[in-house]
């Protein structure tokens, strides 16, 4: 029996909590509300609809979106200033950068010029820093999906300590991100990626397997042992003549795992709707740091 | 037949281009020298040695050492006041913290206050951060053990990709690092640690085998396949009446492996000089960019 580890429903309980934190704020009309810049770069619709989505639980909780959308050909220089006069804007307690931006803009440069105390999204070089050297790591925000992972985690009872966990993926803002914090929370974590071989006889092995390579249902049922936990972060669309759209999602995990594991996320309603529940939980500690 | 992974002529060779380097530069009685500042706090006999060797390695190549020794008893304070005035004098080009501090000072918050351009040890949570993801790794100083590691596997020959490494030991000034380093290098990385269950099972998969943990000889010949790389960074003090001193040093791994091994670094004369080496080789770097 795979128990679906229900990240939607865990979401929706964590939104309303934070609905609930900023209605006890009892906020005047003249009062500084949370507030969250979103900067989005050009017109790609999974981009827009990510905006759209994080947007939208925002007005649910009470948090305000400053809306900065920006031409696919702006330049490298108009972005950083962007985000500098962001910096400093009362208005804004986080700024959150969707990515990925253009080819040619560096996402380095723009991440690191976003202040520490408004990086939501802990993607800042420094904030990526105390995460790896598990540092003050409670009074940082940490990137939202890895985050997200390893509540659900928690959320189930699931325990990391001594489990061996193999992430599927190495970027940095998932793969990289979600290893450390497993292995802060002391798993055995292995770092799986292109160039990994025999990569079945490594995934064989996890007590808990992350997915995130966003490769449609690519780890199959004798890819794994009984009773492995799944987090499936990969997104893909797949062609589906049923649907309206013309495709449904599907995540980097078959179906077919189902029957050998123990708990499984599903896509969507898994990982997706935690993310988002993640951010909004970084922007109002964000903002309760800005009113010490 | 085991390959002795010889760092100590490794390193000599590196001081020996370095110094050659430092000639090349012709500096004038009135120019500013390269210039190494080393903070020891305390009277721990063992960063006193790493001190002594670290000294005379800048003094064979042409490294000004700007020594601050501070009592056992100085207060964080004083250290970060110390660590503020260093970052100001010109003739420092590099900052090293000689660590374990005393506890009674936050690591973190000292190894922080150094700035960017002085990281020498590159110890400093936003250079961890840009080495977790792998950017701008060109410019700016890697840690110097982590970095000695890779550098052996280079100058012997043995490639990192499609590698499984695994890496024992998960501390933030080498095991986490170098996992990081060999992941970039495209290895399939696996961290264990001391929650970790059933090592050998792991270890024995290692095509290649970091071992930081500072156990002695933990690690035994049925704990490693055949062919395995070991690069052994441990440095134990292990009782020998035989020895002047009462003991001598060996390392994480026990002499039984080399039967299996393909390489070996020896303890001592294998990682230790590396570190030495890599700092020299980080702090004219460093020296470098300061003149531009």
């Not at 003249?30 to 905006?51: E, F, H, Q």
């Not at 940490?142 to 966990?165: A, F, M, Q, S």
């Not at 050998?260 to 993310?275: E, L």
Request: glycine letters at 6%.
């Amino acid at each position: 029996m795979c128990t679906r580890i229900d990240g939607a429903k865990v979401a929706k309980d964590i939104r309303e909590n934070l609905k609930e934190e900023v209605e006890r704020m009892e906020l005047k009309e003249d009062d500084v509300k949370p507030g969250l810049a979103i900067v989005l770069v050009g017109n790609r619709t999974d981009s827009a609809t990510y905006v759209r989505f994080k947007k939208k639980a925002c007005d649910e909780i009470g948090i305000v979106n400053i809306d900065v959308h920006l031409d696919e050909t702006v330049s490298e220089e108009e972005v950083l200033s962007t985000v500098r006069s962001l910096n400093e804007d009362q208005r804004v307690h986080g700024i959150l950068i969707q990515l990925p931006l253009p080819s040619h803009i560096s996402e380095e440069r723009v991440l690191r010029e976003v202040s520490l105390e408004k990086d939501v999204d802990g993607f800042h070089p420094f904030h990526i820093g105390q995460l790896s050297m598990k540092r003050s790591l409670s009074s940082i925000c940490l990137p939202c999906t890895p985050k997200g992972c390893i509540r659900l985690l928690d959320e189930y009872g699931i325990e990391l300590e001594g489990k061996h966990v193999v992430i599927l993926g190495r970027s940095n803002i998932v793969g990289l991100p979600v290893a450390l914090l497993a292995l802060h929370s002391n798993a055995t974590i292995t770092i799986c990626h292109s160039r990994t071989k025999d990569l079945p006889s490594i995934t064989r092995q996890a007590d808990i397997l992350i997915c995130a390579v966003g490769r449609t249902q690519m780890v199959k049922a004798d890819w794994v042992k009984d009773g492995v936990v799944i987090i499936d972060v990969g997104i893909n669309e797949l062609v589906d003549p049923s649907k309206k759209r013309g495709y449904r999602l599907v995540g980097d995990v078959d179906s077919s795992v189902e029957e050998k594991a123990s708990a499984m996320t599903p896509v969507p309603g898994g990982v997706g709707p935690m993310t988002i529940a993640m951010l909004c939980e970084n922007l109002l500690a964000a903002y309760q740091r800005s009113l010490k």
